[in-house]
């Protein structure tokens, strides 16, 4: 049973850049959650879905932050225009409702 | 509104001894309550979940938690640490019946000397 794959695994890139993470959850999991890691903040959560439908974006920083989620088996968050302070590990996450989250290993984002 | 507090953010142990970390909670209602534990490089990992029932826990690689009602509280377990067992640990709450949505602790680092 695959889990959460996220890519690219590492990402670096100039300030200024458009930046596309990409995540692909488990299969017939209906929620699916963006976090971003920092050693400041901790695990933060973005933003989550439920059925493909965004359902609570408060933690998205800015609106140079936006994220998709076109079908069940595909999403995205995308930065545009990337900064420095966006430098940090980007996770994906799903489940099922009330049941333990699966997350991907992570995107590694360094913004030059 | 839920809310976890993890007391420590690094835990030092020498190899063999308890391990033992802590995880206070809030909740207007029943909670679930979980640990997670993170690798180096990799994503966050399920330990173990307390939903209704048995309030000890047993989870993966000998953890176990206790869920404590009146202390709010749902500490992590080991009787030996391992060098292995060096990580970020994550405790987690969410409410039966309200958003779902976990809130996540700040996490604790476990340092296991040799």
């Known amino acids: 049973d695959a889990g959460v794959i996220q890519s690219p695994r590492h990402e670096v890139t100039e300030m200024g850049q458009e930046v596309t993470l990409r995540c692909k959850p488990i299969?017939?999991?209906?929620?699916l959650f963006w976090y971003r890691q920092t050693m400041m903040r901790g695990l933060e959560l973005l933003i989550y879905f439920n059925n493909n439908v965004p359902i609570d974006d408060s933690g998205m920083p800015e609106d140079r932050f936006s994220a998709k989620m076109p079908n069940a088996s595909f999403s995205t968050l995308k930065i545009q225009p990337s900064e420095p302070r966006d430098s940090a590990v980007y996770f994906c996450?799903?489940?099922?409702?009330?049941?333990?989250?699966?997350f991907g290993d992570g995107t590694r984002l360094s913004i030059l | 509104a839920q809310s976890v507090t993890q007391l420590g953010s690094h835990v030092s142990v020498s190899e063999g001894a308890l391990v033992l970390l802590r995880c206070n909670y809030s909740s207007s209602v029943p909670p679930y309550l979980f640990w997670y534990v993170q690798y180096p490089n990799q994503g966050l990992q399920l330990l173990l979940k307390y939903t209704t029932g048995a309030t000890l826990v047993k989870g993966i690689n000998g953890f176990e938690a206790e869920f404590k009602k009146s202390e709010t509280s749902f500490h992590l377990t080991k009787p030996s640490a391992h060098m292995s067992d060096a990580a970020e640990y994550f405790c987690?709450?969410?409410?039966?019946?309200?958003?779902?949505?976990?809130?996540f602790g700040r996490g604790t680092s476990l340092i296991v000397h040799p």
């Open positions: 987690a709450v969410s409410e039966e019946g309200g958003s779902y949505i976990p809130t």
């Open positions: 996450a799903s489940s099922l409702r009330n049941q333990p989250q699966h």
């Open positions: 299969s017939g999991h209906d929620y």
